[in-house]
T-cell receptor
Framework: KAGVTQTPRYLIKTRGQQVTLSCSPI?????VSWYQQTPGQGLQFLFE???????NKGNFPGRFSGRQFSNSRSEMNVSTLELGDSALYLC?????????????FGPGTRLTVT | AQKITQTQPGMFVQEKEAVTLDCTYD???????LFWYKQPSSGEMIFLIY????DQQNATEGRYSLNFQKARKSANLVISASQLGDSAMYFC?????????????WGAGTKLIIKP
């Protein structure tokens, strides 16, 4: 079974631009979560989607948005990029069944804003 | 206030020795889950082990075990017989509640280096 895939793996953008990152979950997984990882702030939850609905959102400005499609693939968008948005963006999918709600992560997209 | 605390920023351990990585948590929710993830230098987050707040026994997964001390709010990861491939960042994370709003709260991580 294929794992979580994220595209692109690396991205360089300029301040003020916008960016869209893509995540394809494991087949059959309907929940997709996004996290931002930076050296200073560590791992922070961005949002979670389930069946095309945003169920939970972290404490990030409105410049960060996302969506989920009917095939469970998800995209996140960051508008008006700032230097502080440089980070590793991780996507995770889960089956949302059973006790553990185990999340499987993709390799991440490393975004550099110059 | 920090909800997940990992007090060891870095550790050096001799190969084949056992390792204990510390994690303490803070929650008032009676239902919660605790996770450990490994992140190699490649960046991908790898699930290691899970412990539910109502689980009576400590979780084990191969060489990984979780020393769960509920009264102390402690969930330490124990790696038996460490290997060179265990060198990575290790993160403790918590999920609060059992409803559908699911998010993980993460610790700052511990960088583990296994020496040959």
């Amino acid at each position: 079974k294929a794992g979580v895939t994220q595209t692109p793996r690396y991205l360089i953008k300029t301040r003020g631009q916008q960016v869209t990152l893509s995540c394809s979950p494991i087949s059959g997984h309907r929940s997709v979560s996004w996290y931002q990882q930076t050296p200073g702030q560590g791992l922070q939850f961005l949002f979670e989607y389930f069946s095309e609905t945003q169920r939970n959102k972290g404490n990030f400005p409105g410049r960060f948005s996302g969506r989920q499609f009917s095939n469970s693939r998800s995209e996140m968008n960051v508008s008006t990029l700032e230097l502080g948005d440089s980070a590793l963006y991780l996507c995770a999918s889960s089956l949302v069944m059973g006790r553990s709600y185990e999340q499987y992560f993709g390799p991440g997209t490393r975004l550099t804003v110059t | 206030a920090q909800k997940i605390t990992q007090t060891q920023p870095g550790m050096f351990v001799q190969e084949k020795e056992a390792v204990t990585l510390d994690c303490t948590y803070d929650t008032s929710d009676p239902s919660y889950g605790l996770f450990w993830y490994k992140q190699p230098s490649s960046g991908e987050m790898i699930f290691l082990i899970y412990q539910g707040s109502y689980d009576q026994q400590n979780a084990t997964e191969g060489r990984y075990s979780l020393n769960f001390q509920k009264a102390r709010k402690s969930a330490n990861l124990v790696i038996s017989a460490s290997q060179l491939g265990d060198s990575a960042m290790y993160f403790c994370a918590m999920r609060e509640g059992m409803d559908s709003n699911y998010q993980l709260i993460w610790g700052a991580g511990t960088k583990l280096i296994i020496k040959p």
